[in-house]
């Protein structure tokens, strides 16, 4: 029994001595573990000094903040150039469409029937030399008259006031809301006024018309007989003057005025007669002689009723 007893004493000690050795290996590997830790931390931290260190050593240098500010630009300005090459892009996308829109639009007009008027061809006329070049180019009324078969301009003080015996041309001038101009052309004729006139205005208003390209009619104006929108061009009311002021382009033909001239038959010698001249009067006949009246178309005799025949036959 006693050494059974010494055997469980020892087994005790034994068991207290293998508990005692675990757990200092158990403290041992705690605190490599703990070590390993800590300079795993103080390492990181350690970096992490470098790194901004490093950092705030190259914001700091010249050289390094130019190379960074010059890699920005150029970042900078090739995406600016991106930029530009989509907007061009998309740009040439909306000439091609507009473009091809517009040939379809050209062809579709193409397609349609022309008007009568258009299928004519304007002969290639100048029409510089009976207007002027600034006709038509500001708001305003301007008014020709015919004159020798052309027009000519009158001053602004005339306006209104019509001879009877010429023809005119009106023209207002206006800008509407497009701010483009646009034109009322008249032409007003004389109730005397003779047939060179007349036409001529109403070529003269046409002329007017193709010069400016206006696509209004030319609008006749009679006297007595005019429009409201006629009259209503003008501040006041349009008198009439009597007679013409200028003259006709036609070759007139005067009246030939022949003097009226009296001879007295009278004898000269044996075998002539003498003609006289005596006032064309009354009191000039004497009735022993014959007398000869010229009246340039026609020649009458008057024979006195004591004058001789020889003077009677020497006159006829």
């Not at 040939?103 to 100048?126: G, I, Q």
């Not at 019509?162 to 023809?167: A, N, Q, R, S």
């Not at 701010?179 to 046409?206: M, N, P, Q």
């Not at 349009?238 to 005025?257: K, Q």
Request: net charge neutral; proline share 3%.
């Amino acid at each position: 029994s006693r050494g059974s007893k010494t055997e469980m004493v020892w087994s005790c000690n034994e068991d207290v001595g293998v508990h005692e050795i675990v757990e200092e290996a158990r403290v041992r590997s705690y605190g490599h573990v703990m070590r390993m830790k800590k300079e795993a931390i103080a390492k990181r931290m350690m970096e992490m000094k470098c790194i901004r260190k490093n950092t705030a050593s190259a914001s700091k240098d010249p050289i390094a903040r130019k190379l960074r500010l010059r890699r920005g630009r150029r970042d900078q300005e090739e995406a600016d150039q991106d930029q530009a090459k989509i907007l061009k892009g998309m740009k040439d996308i909306a000439k091609d469409k507009n473009k091809q829109k517009t040939l379809e639009e050209v062809k579709a007009e193409s397609l349609k029937p022309k008007r009568w008027d258009e299928t004519l061809e304007k002969p290639p006329l100048d029409y510089s030399e009976f207007f002027d070049e600034v006709a038509g180019q500001f708001p305003g009324i301007t008014i020709w008259e015919i004159e020798n078969f052309l027009p000519n301009q009158i001053e602004e003080v005339a306006h209104g006031k019509f001879y009877e015996g010429d023809c005119y041309i009106v023209l207002k001038t206006a800008i509407d809301e497009t701010g483009s101009l646009t034109w009322e052309i008249y032409f007003w004729i004389g109730e005397k006024a003779t047939l060179d006139k007349r036409a001529c205005a109403a070529i003269h208003a046409v002329n007017l018309r193709n010069y400016l390209g206006a696509q209004c009619r030319t609008i006749r104006e009679e006297q007595s007989d005019e429009s409201d929108e006629f009259l209503a061009l003008f501040d006041t009311d349009i008198t009439y003057i009597e007679g013409g002021r200028t003259s006709s382009g036609f070759f007139t033909v005067e009246d030939m005025t022949y003097a009226k001239r009296l001879y007295r038959v009278h004898a000269a010698g044996t075998s002539s007669i003498h003609l006289e001249p005596v006032p064309v009067a009354v009191s000039s006949l004497d009735p022993r002689y014959v007398f000869v009246l010229d009246t340039g178309l026609k020649i009458f005799m008057w024979y006195g009723k004591k004058s001789k025949n020889t003077f009677k036959s020497k006159a006829r």
